[in-house]
Nanobody
């Protein structure tokens, strides 16, 4: 079992920045590929970014590439999502997920075993 807790969400103006954190407890954090997803009202949960177990390989959705950066610190059992140049379209609840289904990661939310409770990000225009 892995427990995930997100933090760092909030209200920010367009063009601003936020850094989300996802703290893990339980079984070995370094054994999981970590993904960040988001879900806006009335929409499906969508992949945002992912990071391999070692942190070497990252993956991004096209609409955040160049603005968001995913990282992890396995010593602290935490993964981060740095979000810059935020836009109103980035408004959503952001979730972190953990999966062992594929060591190279997955953009499919159904492949994830564990989820945090989510943190709200609201970008005002």
């Amino acid at each position: 079992q892995v427990q995930l807790v997100e933090s760092g969400g909030g209200l920010v103006q367009a063009g601003g920045s936020l850094r989300l954190s996802c703290a893990a407890s339980g079984r070995s954090f370094s054994g999981y590929y970590m993904g960040w997803f988001r879900q806006a009202p009335g929409k499906e949960r969508e992949f945002v970014a992912g990071i391999s177990r070692s942190g070497v390989i990252t993956s991004y959705a096209d609409n955040v590439k160049g603005r968001f950066t995913v990282s992890r610190d396995n010593a602290k059992n935490t993964t981060y999502l740095q979000m810059n140049r935020l836009k109103s379209d980035d408004t959503a609840v952001y979730y972190c997920g953990a999966t062992t289904a594929n060591p190279y990661g997955s953009r499919n939310s159904r492949d994830y075993d564990y989820w945090g409770q989510g943190t709200q990000v609201t970008v005002s225009s």
